[in-house]
């Protein structure tokens, strides 16, 4: 699964929201993209050093980060909460 819609998947069971959704929601696209780059990284340093270790934390807490500003997103965007998406 692409990690985009990874995270759709994610924020799903609390919104209406699809992949289509990303082509209408730049705000929401652009949290997605970011997360996919987190979840990249993640994966590019968890077979690295121990120092590498430290790198894979913080990218792991930027991307709870985004899951949550997704989730808030999502929350305060009426068209999420009729299902006008």
């Known amino acids: 699964m692409d990690d985009s819609y990874h995270l759709l998947a994610i ?16 705000v929401l696209r652009q949290l997605c993209e970011d997360y996919e780059a987190c979840m990249e990284a993640i994966r590019h340093w968890s077979s690295g050093s121990v120092s590498d270790l430290v790198r894979v934390a913080e990218y ?15 929350g305060s965007t009426s068209a999420y909460k009729s299902g006008d998406t």
């Open 11 to 26: 924020i799903a069971p609390t919104a209406r929201t699809g992949p289509a959704t990303l082509k209408y929601d730049a």
């Open 60 to 74: 792991r807490r930027l991307a709870a980060e985004l899951e949550l500003e997704a989730r808030r997103h999502v």
